[in-house]
């Protein structure tokens, strides 16, 4: 266990904290509402440090590939300016913070946030090496985004405590879990206002 120091080079990604991904949305992910709180703590932890906070967010069309009408695996979700694309009501996102919209176009799906939507460059740009990321869900978004991540050259440093999975199979959740850790993801949580690397977590692999 040991805490890891914040400072130039470091950002922190939510993924997708939506309504519509929250219980009692189109797409609601069990327990999504209780990764609000951690993550709310990651982005005092960066956003007090001036470091920045990016947020994804699925902006689809209203006929979307992935919806079922069109043949997709899931009901319509997150419609670009729908109430249930908005993020989370108690998501404390800061005003500057990055917004990030993916699969905006209806033929083309996007479940990582570096897919067609110039992260990558962006996080470059801005002296980005070593990116927290967190949110929803870890079978989907999470999964995909950190994945990318890594490919890119990014560290990536992953909050289990700060997301939750769709689990359309059971343990799909576990196993997104386990191939990231195996990539190379760090897995992180919050103790007393700081980041620790939760080595236990990696050591279970
Ligand atoms: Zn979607």
């Not at 994804?56 to 729908?82: E, Y």
């Amino acid at each position: 266990m040991s805490a890891i120091v914040l400072g130039k080079g470091d950002a922190l990604l939510i993924v997708d904290l939506q309504r519509d991904f929250l219980p009692g949305g189109s797409l609601g992910v069990p327990q999504g509402d209780l990764v609000i709180a951690p993550i709310n703590e990651l982005i005092r932890l960066y956003h007090e440090r001036g470091l920045p906070v990016y947020a994804s967010r699925d902006w689809h069309p209203a006929d979307h590939v992935s919806f079922a009408a069109q043949g997709g695996p899931w009901p319509p979700h997150c419609v670009a300016g729908s109430e249930g694309a908005r993020f989370g009501s108690d998501l404390q996102l800061p005003p500057d913070a990055i917004v990030v919209s993916k699969a905006e176009t209806a033929a083309q799906d996007a479940y990582s946030a570096f897919n067609g939507t110039g992260l990558a460059r962006r996080l470059r740009e801005q002296g980005v090496s070593r990116l927290a990321v967190c949110g929803l869900a870890t079978d989907y978004c999470v999964l995909n985004t950190v994945l990318d991540g890594i490919g890119e050259g990014f560290e990536v440093l992953l909050a289990p405590d700060a997301t939750r999975a769709v689990n359309v199979s059971p343990g799909d959740g576990d196993r997104a879990m386990t191939r990231m850790l195996m990539r190379g993801a760090v897995p992180v949580r919050l103790s007393g206002g700081h980041l620790i690397a939760d080595a236990a977590l990696g050591a279970q692999l």
